[in-house]
């Protein structure tokens, strides 16, 4: 498997409850935003900040071995497989 695959899947088995339970809002704010826009930015929060974490540390891995230049793909990657199972990630913050 690729690294940033495993670095997703391993993030997603770490943080089971804490995705799980977003995921739940997040379906829920996708049927009515008006109603769930307080209670998906509050968890949001706490999902993105456990998202950098493991982006950091798929990014450290590379740029510590010399391939800085493709921390940015990797990013990439890695974003796309969390948008994928939450499409509406990038709205946490918004009103």
């Known amino acids: 498997m690729v690294k940033y695959k495993e670095i997703y899947q391993q993030m ?16 829920q704010y996708s049927q009515d935003e008006k ?22 540390r798929l990014c450290s891995r590379s740029e510590n071995s010399g391939f800085g230049k493709f921390s940015s793909a990797l990013t990439d990657k890695f974003w796309g497989e969390v948008k994928t199972y939450l499409p509406l990630i990038d709205f946490v913050g918004t009103e």
Request: glycine content about 2%; charged content about 35%; overall charge positive.
């Open 35 to 56: 109603k769930w826009q307080k209670s998906f930015n509050e968890e949001g929060v706490k999902i993105l900040a456990v998202i950098k974490k493991y982006e950091n």
């Open 12 to 27: 997603l088995a770490e943080n089971k409850e804490l995705f799980s339970a977003f995921k739940r809002i997040h379906d």
